[in-house]
């Protein structure tokens, strides 16, 4: 019997289906390298929503009429895309939000303000975005529970040897980790750290922001609590994401925001909430944009997110061999086989955004600061890096011109 190829990534192809890519940028080919921060939206996203707008656009649960039914069967249809995408047991309990923010604070407030006092322990990363680190901070603070996380080895991985010692630092019941992170690319070990969360009567909430667009996700593989993303980062529009979380538990918590649509009867001395996923979906929705966050998904699942890290992967080897040889590049992060499609580093001598600001005038697009990872950058001892971020529109030549582009910075200052 023949083996089947693995199905493989073929960006040169897939770049076409970008129109952001037909516009140079200083007289130069667009290498956008930012895909951690916000990725490219392709035709079939764009025209998913404008064909939504024109044929079936109304407010959602609201209409007896045709065209809102026809509006509610695509939000709906979106919401078990989203479901499929990371293989949640029910539509029901992914909740639509503007995005991983957001429904990182819909746990801190809805399950954090009402289950966590004094000698409970909030266990955070010192990896971790500020959207999963400041709002349990917050809470930690507003309920008197003790605020903990877990550091990083000099590789900027996590390092497990300390959870005994915050175990014993009182009742652990939240543990909040991310899957990928978004300054160094690590991979985190989120099995691991869920069986441990669940040991002490934790609640385990992961940020899958820099995860669900590059990887396969399966919450109940993980066998984690709640994980949050945006739809931005995965090739579809900005204003809305996904909260999933365990039923039992978004049964149990209070409701989030309050108002039209969330409730179930409202008198004036009581309002009951609606059912799942309704209660914590106050308001009229991001219509439309669910409607392309789930074009996105067919998109993504049509490629397939298999191919997509390991086009990411090659990409990284790459990039780390072609940064190497360059005299006074400091790299961060983990090796190849632990980390996704990011790579953090230093010009030695060079603070980061002038070499963002060079970079640009040949057309490379990176980031420069501290990726709302402070104390992240507090642990490498900067205040801020560059990074290079790839999807499955980034092509080798990109890279290339990052390259080129370093060694102009170099002979600037050199
Ligand atoms: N968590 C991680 C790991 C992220 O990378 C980001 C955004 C967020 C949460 C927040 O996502 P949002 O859609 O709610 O804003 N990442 C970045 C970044 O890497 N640089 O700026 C934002």
Redesign the pocket.
Known sequence: MAVQAKPKVDAHRLRADFPVFEHPVHGKPLAYLDS???SQKPRQVLDSMRDFYETSYANVHRGVYTLSERATAGFEGAREKVRALVNAPEAREVIFT???????NLVAYAWGLWNLGPGDVVVVTEL?????FVPWQYMARRTGADFRMIRLDDGGELDLSSLDELAAAGRVRVVAA?L????LGTVNPIERLAAWGHEQGAIVVV?G??AAPHKRIDVQALDCDFL?F?A??LCGP?GV?ALWGKAELLEAMEPFNLGGHMIRKVRLEETTWGELPHKFEAGTSPIAEAVGFGAAIDYLEEIGLEAIEEHERELTVYALDRLAEIPGIKLYGPPPDRRAGIVSFNVEGVHPHDVAQILDLEGVAI?A?H??CQPLMTRLGVSATN?A?FYLYTITEEIDSLVSGLHKVKKLFG
Do not use: M
Not at 98 to 104: K, Q, S, V
């Open positions: 951690a921060v916000t503007r995005n991983a923010t957001e429904g990182l971790e975005h500020h959207s999963n991310n990928v992170s978004n300054a940020d922001a820099q949050a945006s931005h980062k900005s994401g980031r600061g990726h709302c990074r971020s």
